[in-house]
């Protein structure tokens, strides 16, 4: 007889632990206290990036979670572009960092290449080619639509897994082998509490204790006016060398960040680090900046987009880009260099949570992971 499971919060991280769950034979409910999925799962670039995660586990498990997205992808029909990325070099420095990371990564086995000005013009659009040396091309990225991907797989789970869903209902407290929604109770085998960085409604004291955080990042969405044309891979500028811990392994890459921190040093203040990733109806998605801390204002700061949009005209030609869409999303992030929480506050009771940024890259991955382990 099957054991009952049931997920709180259908986010990817969500998502993810429901299909791991159901994949194993549990019988799982997911509970999404929205009557859709609105949160930080759907505000970001749809990328799906190992070339951000350090060799080893990381790197083997967003591979992991990037052959998931394409199997769900392929059977629901939802749209996808395993385009690759590539990462620009405008400045001496910059490239000497991805000629060290070709060597490094190649080593790992990375399908990586390094192209030079005149290859980039040939193969991608909208690239600035004023002052432009070279760039380092990965061909493991993919590109999602976040917005219609994550509405989507709660449909295949249904279909395929018989995962079943409940929306617009908000789940106020959590026991061992209990789930109360006001009055209501809902008893389970497990409950798993992936919400986000909705922390304060379950375990507040429990995560109070924990080394987590929030981030509220800013994005932006373009059309570029009288063209279809596909930019070719998810592109970035030099700062995004400074973001990711895959890129830790250059020596030079600590000159470069004295640099920035000298010339660009706003920019590092407010984390931003400028990428761009197309969706299949050709518009473009611009960010980002990152903001730490438990509360925000709630007052964009529209000065945080244009350092954004100021940084991304020295590698993009972008001038007649027309802005369409601005947001905010806000996740939570570990402080301690860790790089997810799994724990048990109590019997009966997982929290998965704390995955930073790389929600979309990692969760299929973990949560595959987190299951086989129980």
Not at 25 to 33: D, F, S
Not at 136 to 144: F, K, N, Q, R
Not at 217 to 238: T, V, Y
Not at 316 to 341: F, R, V
Request: aromatic share 10%.
């Amino acid at each position: 007889m099957s054991q009952n499971a049931l997920v709180i919060g259908a986010g990817i991280v969500g998502l993810a632990i429901a299909r791991a769950l159901s994949i194993k034979g549990w019988k799982v409910k997911v509970i999404e206290r929205t009557e859709k999925a609105v949160g930080a799962s759907i505000r970001n670039f749809g990328m799906v990036w190992p070339i951000g995660q350090p060799e080893g586990i990381l790197y083997e498990r967003a591979l992991k979670s990037r052959s998931i997205w394409k199997e769900i992808a392929d059977k629901t029909g939802i749209w996808y572009d395993p385009c690759g990325s590539i990462h620009l070099a405008y400045e001496e420095d910059e490239w000497a960092v991805l000629q060290e990371l070709e060597q490094l990564f190649s080593k790992q086995g990375r399908p990586v290449n390094l192209l030079n000005k005149a290859e980039i013009l040939h193969d991608f659009n909208h690239i600035n080619h004023q002052n432009l040396i070279g760039g380092l091309y990965s061909g493991t990225e993919m590109i999602v639509e976040a917005r219609e991907a994550i509405a989507n797989i709660p449909k295949y789970l249904e279909e395929f897994l018989n995962v079943q869903f409940i929306w617009g209902k908000t789940v106020t407290s959590v026991e061992t082998g209990k789930v109360y929604i006001g009055n209501e109770i809902i008893e389970s085998d497990l409950i798993c509490v992936c919400s986000g960085a909705d922390l304060e409604t379950l375990y507040p004291e429990y995560f109070s204790e924990k080394p987590i955080t929030k981030c509220k990042l800013k994005m932006m969405r373009f059309e570029a006016p009288g063209i279809n044309q596909r930019i070719g891979a998810a592109i970035c500028g030099g700062l995004s060398l400074i973001h990711y811990d895959s890129f830790k392994v250059s020596a030079s890459l600590q000159a470069l960040k004295k640099r920035y921190e000298t010339e660009l040093w706003e920019y590092i203040k407010w984390g931003i680090h400028v990428m761009v990733s197309q969706n299949g109806d050709n518009a473009l998605t611009v960010g980002d900046t990152h903001e730490y801390g438990k509360t925000f204002d709630p007052f964009d700061k529209s000065y945080l987009n244009q350092l954004v949009f100021s940084y991304l005209k020295k590698f993009a030609l972008c001038d007649q880009w027309k802005l369409s869409q601005t947001w905010n999303g806000i996740y939570s992030k570990m402080t301690n260099g860790q790089t997810e929480l799994v724990c048990n506050p109590e019997p009966g009771v997982i929290i998965i949570n704390g995955l930073g940024g790389a929600g979309m890259t990692l969760s299929f991955g973990l949560a595959q992971e987190v299951v086989d382990q129980m």
